[in-house]
């Protein structure tokens, strides 16, 4: 085991490589919250690495609907994994 050190975003690890050596990360899949640069009240809802988006259909004519929203206290609380990986319902 290494612990790596971190230079703009990115993790180093420095060691002299052997035939067999292999490097396995872990990262946190659980869903979070976090406030989109720039406008602290716009938020985007992300699982480790991936920011999720909403398909809101079609791009042809003019929007007719609300605007997409979360309310409520607990917004990660109406997310349902779905039954294709990395995709989720919302009530």
């Keep these: 085991p290494v612990t790596p050190s971190f230079a ?3 993790a180093i690890v420095e060691r002299r490589w ?3 050596d292999s490097v396995a990360i872990t990262l946190p899949l659980e869903l979070r919250i976090e406030a989109t640069p720039g406008d602290d009240r716009t938020v985007a809802i992300l699982r480790g690495p991936m920011v999720l988006a909403a398909d809101l259909g079609t791009t042809e004519g003019d929007w007719t609907s609300p605007d997409p929203a979360l309310v409520g206290t607990d917004l990660l609380a ?9 995709r989720y319902t919302t009530s």
């Design 8 to 10: 703009s975003g990115y």
């Design 18 to 20: 052997k035939a067999g």
């Design 78 to 86: 109406s997310f349902r994994p779905s039954a294709t990986p990395a």
